[in-house]
């Protein structure tokens, strides 16, 4: 029996079991980009999150229908618009394009639907229709506000104080603007000159930010679905102002369970694009494998904050270096191509040592418990730390006999690894390209590598031992460390 999922919900400020509203399937729907500027490591460790929620619900057998919304008209694409002279939907397509060539870097999971706003403005038109002719919304010259105090459950999720928010919002009103209360916000703003506009029965003007997400959600996953992800940025105001705007026009629930991610620290201050301590995601992946990046994010659960330093990107690659060393072990063994021991008689008819699908059930006990990935993490762990007991060299007498554990062992490796987007890479291909980034890291010359590889293949095959030891010795001295293999000399980085 599989452990209950349990879900972190920020509405009830405590764990909730997963209940989707069709047994079986999950509909989740997660703030995506602004796109405006290349996306950043903040916003990827978020995304990354989610993407690893989703890979679990599917391992776990619901079928998942995953919404990712672009933010690809507002406020802050019309400023960088106007700073570059490029018309704000083309910037908002280029940045698109960079966000999709980033994300398929780092294995992000393509969201089901990945919905624009400037192809979802009938749908945002239906909705203020209905705020407007249901008391909650009203026009303003040409603009459209929603009016806060017409909406009960206003700052349910936020658990803020109305009184106290207006208080302090007085000053925050911009000129022009025609509120009645402070609070109130834009669901539609009139047309000005050199912006995106749209016709609509207030005229011609654009959304307002937060009602997209209202009308992406209700079209792609129904008037109240399962999962709401979002960055912890993200509760107040724009969270709460889709609950009005959602709630207010269905009469329902938006979403029963409310997730938020917890931010990315940089240097003792939350990574964010108007601190402009920003490290760009697609920089990142070119000091660190992304996989390493993954388990980086992966290692610190989803709600906590989380450090961002070299050394502990540094750290998850020599982390994902070991398991990828044991698996290459681990398949050299089944396969046969490990010469010190051979695939043997009675390699695969032995007992099995311990019962491999012990590290399922484990995973599923840390995992259910609100997307615990790092006591996963653990867990595979552990499964790694038995797949090296097994492969320990020298062989002992027994040995020949584990063949079975191993292949089935390497079964829960590849299904625990489906589950939290890791090991996507054949061991000897992911191998390859880390030696590749230290021999650059390092500043080390590739070719004079190769050329010693050579000449020590040469000596070995004239019987010239003398001179083998030497060019192995003289590799050591630059940091790297020749061997012996059925096909030649082979060479890693000396640790
Ligand atoms: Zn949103």
Sequence with gaps: MASEIRVFNTMQQAKVPLQPVTPGKVGIYVCGPTVYSFVHIGNARTFTSFDTVVRYLRYRGFEVRYVRNYTDVDDKIIKAAKETGEDAIALAARFVREFEADAKQLRLLPPDVSPKVSETIPEIVGIIEKLIARGAAYQSGADVYFEVRKYEGYLKLSKRNLDDLIAGAGERELVGEQKRDPLDFALWKGAKPGEPSWPSPWGAGRPGWHIECSAMSAKYLGETFDLHGGGLDLIFPHHENEIAQSEAASGKTLCNCWMHGGFLDLE??????????????RDALERVDAEGLRYFFLSTHYRQQLAFSDKSLADAEARMEYFYETLKKVDERITGKDPSTPLGAGFGDGPLHGDPNRFLVEFDEQVSDDFNFPGGLGVLSGLFAELNLLTDKPPVKDKPMVGRTLVALREVARKLAGALGLFELPPTEWLLHRRDRQVI???????????MVAARDAARAAKNYPESDRLRAEAKTMGVELMDSPAGTTWKIAA
């Design 268 to 281: 003792g201050a939350k990574m964010s694009k108007s601190l402009g301590n920003v490290v760009r995601l």
């Design 441 to 451: 890291a390092k500043g080390l010359d590739r070719k004079k590598i190769d050329e």
